[in-house]
């Protein structure tokens, strides 16, 4: 067995071939739009929203655009099926949306009465003061499952076109420029041949495409890499695990934590905040570029639940619902160098809009899909879609807060590769610094190219949830005789097997001796595979997790 490995030595390449499709024969089954947003997360419903408002407004006042077919793509059976957050939401963009509703309209479940801040061991815990970036004056508690549901009603009300259960498998090409997307063929059997309730993929044009497709998202992927855009920093991820509980002590403050349960080798932390006046939420969320082989974020958040800050919460409670997804966690310098192209622009977290330290992104993805909006609104006036025309997207998000609040913290995630110690030292400079410590032009790994140590020490125990049963939590609708969305590299080693099982939170693989077992309909989307392994590529329309209260 070896001592180590680097996970992208077992990882296939992304096929070009068939995210991209180029010069295919139009035909009459085509579905026309004159702008596609590609998923109904927060960035894509607030997208389609400020352009079906500035479509309406042009019309009222005269200015003659005319009618405007906006679409927007989810690949969940219902509207925020597929979406999980800590939504601890600041709720700027949305009263900007929406001027005219008053506090108690918007869908959030109560405001932040105040923020605690603990470092943890494994028996105890000490309060620290709040780090300012993590300071939640003024903002919400949510669910975002709720407030993407709710975002869809209004754009539905304001003639936007809804594609549920519709998840896009391909971008389309006409020469350089971007003209839609090739949906997923529903109804597959096993073997990918046609099954009785077989429908064809279909094709969305577009005159202008945005992509909101979220955490990894994969035509953001494959449209870099074919335009060969590139970012300062690789892009890194970290895999969250969050559970909704309902109890009788709900706690009166967010609460976030360091330390222990996470080893000093990784990055991350807990969550515990409250829903309401029943309802807990309670996550980890560590760095996928820890060092263990057999590190396992589901069972370290079962774990951290036994802990004395966080029992009292939950005991006499109930679980209701579990869920998991990676998050970006490259800030500034892991953006892509440009953020359109020729009939394309890309907004949200497939892009990488998060700020690690203030641990907020919702509020950026909206943001960015609202500019998007503005540049497609811009564009379809002047009847330009070429990357010179759509290139005002990207000196609006530089000019915008989005920006100057990510470059004060933009080194500050990469600053913990050198040590849970190191890293806090760095992180205070950078603090004092507003980011200018200690400089650009670092050079780091991807997480798939870190190497990960093989641990001989024995597994996690795991006192609370198992895998199979967190999956059935997540009302995971997957059939079992779907073909696999897993492209899992050739000659696994048995120590990569284990890694894999131990990653991923939902129990997709298992080791059995020395070969892997995939159990791809127990997945959930939530990309960590994408990261650090067997490829993922989106199901039939409806599958995966269907999240109501996260």
Same mark, same amino acid.
């Given at each position: 067995?070896?001592?180590?490995?680097?996970?992208?030595?077992?990882?296939?390449?992304?096929?070009?071939?068939?995210?991209?499709?180029?010069?295919?024969?139009?035909?009459?089954?085509?579905?026309?739009?004159?702008?596609?947003?590609?998923?109904?997360?927060p960035?894509?419903?607030a997208g389609?929203?400020?352009?079906?408002?500035?479509?309406?407004q042009?019309?009222?006042?005269?200015?003659?655009?005319?009618?405007?077919e906006?679409?927007?793509?989810?690949?969940?059976?219902?509207?925020?099926?597929?979406n999980l957050?800590?939504?601890?939401?600041?709720p700027r963009?949305?009263?900007?949306l929406?001027?005219?509703?008053k506090?108690?309209?918007?869908?959030?479940?109560?405001?932040?009465?105040?923020?605690r801040?603990y470092?943890?061991?494994?028996?105890?815990?000490?309060?620290?003061p709040?780090?300012p970036?993590?300071?939640?004056?003024?903002?919400?508690?949510a669910?975002?499952?709720?407030?993407?549901?709710?975002?869809?009603?209004?754009?539905?009300?304001l =003639?936007?076109?809804?594609?549920?259960?519709?998840p896009?498998?391909?971008?389309l090409?006409?020469?350089d420029?971007?003209?839609?997307?090739?949906?997923?063929?529903?109804?597959l059997?096993?073997? =990918?041949?046609?099954?009785?309730?077989?429908?064809p993929p279909?094709?969305?044009?577009?005159?202008?495409?945005?992509l909101?497709?979220?955490?990894?998202?994969?035509?953001?992927?494959?449209?870099?890499?074919?335009?060969?855009?590139?970012?300062?920093?690789?892009?890194?991820?970290?895999l969250?695990?969050?559970?909704?509980?309902?109890s009788?002590?709900?706690?009166?403050?967010?609460?976030?934590?360091?330390?222990?349960?996470?080893p000093?080798?990784?990055?991350?932390?807990?969550?515990?905040?409250?829903?309401?006046?029943?309802l807990?939420?309670?996550?980890?969320v560590?760095?996928?570029d820890?060092k263990?082989?057999?590190l396992?974020?589901?069972k370290?958040?079962?774990?951290?639940?036994?802990?004395?800050?966080?029992?009292?919460?939950?005991?006499?409670?109930?679980?209701?619902e579990?869920?998991a997804?990676?998050?970006?966690?490259g800030?500034?310098?892991?953006?892509?160098?440009?953020?359109?192209?020729?009939?394309?622009l890309?907004?949200?977290?497939?892009?990488?809009?998060?700020?690690?330290?203030?641990?907020?992104?919702?509020?950026?993805?909206?943001q960015?899909?609202?500019?998007?909006?503005?540049?497609?609104?811009?564009?379809?006036?002047?009847?330009?879609?070429?990357?010179?025309?759509?290139?005002?997207?990207?000196?609006?998000i530089?000019?915008?807060?989005?920006?100057?609040?990510l470059?004060?913290?933009?080194?500050?995630?990469?600053?913990?590769?050198?040590?849970?110690?190191?890293?806090g030292?760095k992180a205070?400079?950078m603090?004092?610094?507003?980011?200018?410590?200690?400089g650009?032009?670092?050079?780091?790994?991807?997480?798939?190219?870190?190497?990960?140590?093989?641990?001989?020490?024995?597994?996690?125990?795991n006192?609370?949830?198992?895998?199979?049963?967190?999956?059935?939590?997540?009302?995971?609708?997957?059939?079992?005789?779907?073909?696999?969305?897993?492209?899992?590299?050739k000659?696994?080693?048995?120590?990569?097997a284990?890694?894999?099982?131990?990653?991923?939170?939902?129990?997709?693989?298992?080791?059995?001796?020395d070969?892997?077992i995939?159990?791809?309909?127990?997945c959930?989307?939530?990309?960590?595979?994408?990261?650090?392994?067997?490829?993922w590529?989106p199901?039939? =329309?409806g599958? =995966?997790p269907?999240?109501?209260?996260m």
């Amino acid at each position: 067995m070896a001592k180590s490995f680097r996970p992208i030595d077992f990882q296939t390449p992304l096929d070009l071939n068939r995210l991209i499709i180029k010069n295919s024969p139009r035909h009459d089954e085509q579905v026309p739009m004159d702008v596609l947003f590609v998923g109904a997360g927060p960035a894509g419903l607030a997208g389609a929203i400020e352009l079906a408002r500035l479509v309406k407004q042009d019309n009222e006042n005269g200015g003659g655009i005319g009618e405007v077919e906006i679409g927007v793509l989810e690949k969940a059976e219902s509207l925020g099926g597929h979406n999980l957050s800590g939504a601890v939401i600041n709720p700027r963009v949305l009263k900007d949306l929406f001027p005219e509703l008053k506090e108690e309209d918007f869908p959030f479940r109560g405001k932040v009465k105040g923020d605690r801040f603990y470092k943890l061991t494994e028996s105890g815990h000490v309060r620290l003061p709040t780090p300012p970036t993590m300071n939640n004056h003024g903002n919400y508690v949510a669910s975002i499952c709720e407030v993407v549901r709710w975002m869809g009603e209004k754009a539905e009300e304001l =003639g936007v076109n809804l594609f549920n259960s519709f998840p896009a498998e391909a971008l389309l090409l006409e020469e350089d420029h971007v003209i839609g997307v090739r949906t997923t063929p529903m109804g597959l059997n096993k073997d =990918g041949s046609p099954g009785s309730q077989y429908m064809p993929p279909t094709e969305v044009t577009a005159k202008i495409t945005v992509l909101s497709e979220g955490t990894r998202g994969l035509l953001t992927q494959a449209y870099l890499q074919e335009q060969k855009i590139s970012s300062n920093y690789p892009q890194i991820y970290a895999l969250g695990v969050k559970e909704i509980w309902q109890s009788k002590n709900v706690p009166e403050f967010v609460t976030h934590t360091l330390d222990w349960p996470v080893p000093k080798s990784a990055f991350g932390g807990s969550f515990m905040y409250p829903m309401g006046e029943d309802l807990v939420a309670i996550g980890l969320v560590v760095g996928l570029d820890y060092k263990e082989h057999n590190l396992d974020v589901h069972k370290m958040l079962q774990q951290m639940k036994q802990h004395p800050l966080f029992k009292p919460h939950l005991d006499g409670g109930e679980c209701l619902e579990w869920g998991a997804k990676t998050i970006p966690e490259g800030g500034l310098n892991a953006l892509p160098e440009s953020l359109h192209g020729n009939g394309l622009l890309m907004a949200g977290d497939c892009a990488g809009f998060v700020n690690v330290p203030a641990l907020k992104g919702i509020h950026y993805a909206m943001q960015t899909g609202v500019y998007a909006a503005r540049t497609a609104f811009k564009a379809l006036k002047a009847q330009k879609y070429d990357s010179a025309t759509l290139s005002e997207y990207d000196q609006t998000i530089k000019d915008s807060y989005i920006w100057s609040d990510l470059k004060k913290v933009r080194n500050m995630r990469q600053a913990f590769k050198s040590g849970f110690i190191t890293g806090g030292i760095k992180a205070g400079l950078m603090t004092l610094t507003g980011g200018a410590f200690p400089g650009d032009g670092q050079h780091f790994e991807e997480d798939a190219a870190e190497e990960k140590s093989v641990n001989d020490s024995t597994a996690m125990e795991n006192p609370g949830i198992s895998k199979v049963d967190a999956v059935y939590m997540s009302a995971n609708k997957t059939r079992d005789d779907i073909p696999s969305h897993l492209t899992v590299g050739k000659n696994i080693p048995s120590e990569v097997a284990e890694f894999y099982a131990n990653m991923c939170p939902a129990g997709v693989y298992e080791r059995q001796g020395d070969k892997l077992i995939v159990n791809a309909p127990n997945c959930v989307d939530c990309k960590a595979t994408d990261v650090l392994g067997p490829r993922w590529q989106p199901r039939e =329309g409806g599958a =995966g997790p269907n999240y109501r209260k996260m």
